[in-house]
T-cell receptor, first 114, second 114 residues
Framework: NAGVTQTPKFRILKIGQSMTLQCAQD?????MYWYRQDPGMGLKLIYY???????DKGEVPNGYNVSRSTTEDFPLRLELAAPSQTSVYFC?????????????FGPGTRLTVT | AQSVAQPEDQVNVAEGNPLTVKCTYS??????LFWYVQYPNRGLQFLLK??????LVKGSYGFEAEFNKSQTSFHLKKPSALVSDSALYFC????????????FGTGTRLTVIP
């Protein structure tokens, strides 16, 4: 199993540009998540999904959009990049069945908006 | 509202000495508690969790954590620190009956001195 994979690893955007951060998991997990990690801060939840076709906002959703057309993929879209979106983005997944709640994280995407 | 506090930004310990990384939490109902470790330029790795049962939870790499309901704490411990334990450690919490969203602390950087 590859686990949770993310592409790209690094990206520099100009203000106003758009991009999609890709996330895929091969563990057949029902839940998927997007977090951002700013220096000196914990992870903040952007969006999450409880299954294909179902998404919901997290703590910091403004400026982002997501979709979940398949169980495996959960892309994050930035439409109009702003410097405040400079961060490290982590995708995670979990299989929540009443016993297992731990989330498994991808290696992250480091995004700089200038 | 759920929250996690990690009161120490930095913990230094000599190799071979016991280590403790502190975490306190706030939730409305019963908590599910987690510890994750992050090595440089990597995603978070799951260490251990408390869902129910014994207050002392054992996890990966010789780590353990003690759940203390009266003190709302979930401190991470290891009897004998290794240099390879040096990393960033995150405590996280979710409510037992709430959505499967984790709330993370700001992290504690552990440095084990040879």
């Amino acid at each position: 199993n590859a686990g949770v994979t993310q592409t790209p690893k690094f990206r520099i955007l100009k203000i106003g540009q758009s991009m999609t951060l890709q996330c895929a998991q091969d563990m057949n997990h029902n839940y998927m998540y997007w977090y951002r990690q700013d220096p000196g801060m914990g992870l903040k939840l952007i969006y999450y999904s409880v299954g294909a076709g179902i998404t919901d906002k997290g703590e910091v959703p403004n400026g982002y959009n997501v979709s979940r057309s398949t169980t495996e993929d959960f892309p994050l879209r930035l439409e109009l990049a702003a410097p405040s979106q400079t961060s490290v983005y982590f995708c995670a997944s979990s299989y929540t069945n009443g016993r297992n709640y731990e989330q498994y994280f991808g290696p992250g995407t480091r995004l700089t908006v200038t | 509202a759920q929250s996690v506090a990690q009161p120490e930004d930095q913990v230094n310990v000599a190799e071979g000495n016991p280590l403790t990384v502190k975490c306190t939490y706030s939730v409305s109902g019963n908590p599910y508690l987690f510890w994750y470790v992050q090595y440089p330029n990597r995603g978070l790795q799951f260490l251990l969790k408390y869902i129910t049962g014994d207050n002392l939870v054992k996890g990966s790499y010789g780590f353990e954590a003690e759940f203390n309901k009266s003190q709302t704490s979930f401190h991470l411990k290891k009897p004998s620190a290794l240099v390879s334990d040096s990393a960033l450690y995150f405590c996280a919490v979710r409510e037992a009956t709430g959505a499967n969203n984790l709330f993370f602390g700001t992290g504690t950087r552990l440095t084990v001195i040879p």
